[in-house]
């Protein structure tokens, strides 16, 4: 029950959609601890990687997921460029040219995506940042295949747990990136980051179960 | 041909500045800006960033420096990115003094690892020293003391030499290739200053600096 070239780019898209769509949120959580940048950085970054979709059709999902993350290297500009950037890079690395995603490599690229942020940001759980959203995320899909769950509900329970991790940096004090200069300012507000994770996993977990509905 | 810097800022009028002082102490060396989005926006851009360092490398490495957080992940990604990742490395270094001091030692001939502590506050490795120690006692008799651009000429003037030298005014020393370490100093016009140097060409190095102090470091 796996997952093709056409399912994976069509998830990459509805997370674009879903950026657009939250753009003006995310610009305002941003803008009360950060620079302000975040929705329309990742705008202008996932649209950009829209278009070049319609200039080459990538033949493998990690091909998919590798002309997203030099996009969003290239365009993005502000810190979610290069963390977005490496996690889809290793994620990418993980699918190599395998013709079809299944419930294990989904796991697997979610993973490598994790430790690239990781390596990137330097950020831990409880920093405040997209870590605090991926971390659990990754756990929770990890259980998830151990249950025998499929892509669709692995990203389910994955999209779940992200947004439970993302609502925990309300009370956080951030230890990482712009917010960490506010000190006990950034503390009750939403991290724009771990909000962006949670919304890009929720549009993976939603375009998946259309997938299998469709299937 | 020396090492090359790349300056990566949010900023393109901040990259610019810092380019603009930095190259001011070292003449000669390469020094590139990577600053803002390619719209004229705050932001690092990844392109930018790669194709100053192509620009500013001249074959002995390139160092770069970074304003913010996000700017030291482009240009972390921009160094793995390379064909040959050993041809580059990121500074941990704060922008201003670090883009100063690291243009003054790749003046001074340093390799890129040396170029690269010289910007985070550390002095490149001395050459293996011997001997007994030398002394001499300066006074600064130029009008700003121990600013950046005289700290730097005296740091440069040791270019080469086999010395380790050393800076001490009131209870505080220096390396004295440590541009960031001599400004530390605070030393100011009337302040006088012991100089210490050990090893093969110690009373060179001590006759430079004499030289330097009594031509008022060129004011």
């Known amino acids: ?215 | 041909m020396t090492v090359g810097l790349v300056i990566v800022s949010h900023s393109a009028a901040l990259a610019a500045g810092v380019v603009e002082l930095a190259g001011q102490m070292a003449p000669g060396v390469p020094i590139i800006p990577a600053g803002g989005m390619p719209d004229g926006g705050l932001g690092t851009d990844f392109a930018a960033v790669t194709d100053a360092v192509a620009t500013a490398d001249q074959g002995e490495g390139v160092v770069l420096l970074f304003d913010l957080g996000s700017a030291q992940m482009t240009a972390d990604l921009v160094v793995e990115s390379m064909a040959d990742p050993d041809q580059a490395v990121v500074a941990d270094a704060p922008l201003v003094e670090g883009a100063v001091a690291a243009a003054v030692a790749a003046a001074g001939g340093a390799s890129m690892a040396a170029v690269a502590s010289a910007a985070s506050g550390h002095a490149p490795d001395a050459s293996v020293v011997s001997g007994p120690a030398e002394r001499i006692e300066i006074e600064l008799t130029n009008e700003i003391g121990l600013h950046a651009r005289p700290a730097a000429q005296l740091a440069r003037s040791l270019t080469g030499l086999t010395a380790d030298v050393t800076v001490t005014f009131g209870d505080q020393s220096s390396d004295a290739r440590s541009v960031l370490g001599l400004l530390g100093l605070g030393a100011r016009k009337g302040d006088r200053l012991v100089v210490s140097a050990q090893g093969e060409q110690a009373a060179e190095a001590l006759r430079r600096i004499r030289q330097l102090a009594d031509d008022n470091f060129g004011e």
């Open chain 1, 1 to 215: 029950m796996g997952c093709r070239t056409d399912g994976v780019v069509a998830a990459l898209k509805a997370a674009a959609d879903t950026v657009v769509a939250h753009r003006d949120e995310l610009v305002e959580l941003d803008r009360v601890i950060g620079d302000g940048d975040h929705g329309e950085n990742l705008q202008r970054g996932f649209q950009t990687f829209v278009v070049a979709l319609t200039r080459s059709t990538p033949d493998k999902p990690g091909a998919a997921v590798k002309l997203l993350a030099t996009t969003l290297i290239s365009t993005v500009g502000g810190a979610a460029g290069p963390l977005y950037g490496t996690a889809c890079l290793r994620a990418a690395t993980t699918l190599g040219d395998a013709d079809e995603l299944t419930p294990e490599t989904t796991v697997a690229a979610l993973r490598a995506a994790l430790g690239g942020v990781v390596a990137r940001g330097k950020a831990e759980v409880g920093d405040k940042t997209m870590v605090d959203a991926l971390t659990p995320a990754v756990d929770a899909a990890a259980e998830a295949l151990g249950s025998g769950a499929d892509i669709a509900g692995v990203l389910a329970a994955a999209a779940d747990a992200a947004e439970k991790g993302a609502e925990s940096t309300v009370p956080l004090v951030a230890r990482k990136g712009r917010a960490s200069y506010l000190g006990e300012r950034s503390a009750n507000h939403l991290d724009p980051g771990a909000r962006s994770t949670s919304l890009l996993l929720r549009a993976f977990a939603d375009s998946a179960a259309k997938h299998r509905s469709a299937a």
